[in-house]
Nanobody, 113 residues
Framework: QLQASGGGLVQAGGSLRLSCAAS????????VGWFRQAPGKEREIVAH????????YYADSVKGRFTISRDNAKNSLYLQMNNLNPDDTGVYYC????????WGQGTQVTVSS
């Protein structure tokens, strides 16, 4: 139901754009977002966006560098990541804040110094 893509290997200072494709039923009327998981670190919610896109949240660690957006007509979620640094390395997952939140397979982001 959720498929993240767009990860890869990038040098520090570089950019990546993650995408998440969802079914219409999955996407409808729900806030959505991204979280990441790095080895030895706690899971971190990176960014979150309301259903209509009017309200967003960013972790302090990514403010000013990441931008979350959604296209409800395409049932898609995006995360533009700029000025990446090695601390951004991890597996990124898109999630849906349904009454029971869920997520799909993640996409690996690796930032080299």
């Amino acid at each position: 139901q959720l498929q993240a893509s767009g990860g890869g290997l990038v040098q520090a200072g570089g950019s990546l754009r993650l995408s998440c494709a969802a079914s219409k039923r999955t996407f409808s009327n729900n806030a959505v977002g991204w979280f990441r998981q790095a080895p030895g670190k706690e899971r971190e919610i990176v960014a979150h966006i309301s259903f209509r896109g009017g309200v967003t949240y960013y972790a302090d660690s990514v403010k000013g560098r990441f931008t979350i957006s959604r296209d409800n007509a395409k049932n898609s979620l995006y995360l533009q990541m700029n000025n990446l640094n090695p601390d951004d390395t991890g597996v990124y997952y898109c999630y849906v804040l349904a009454p029971t939140p869920y997520w799909g397979q993640g996409t690996q982001v690796t930032v080299s110094s």
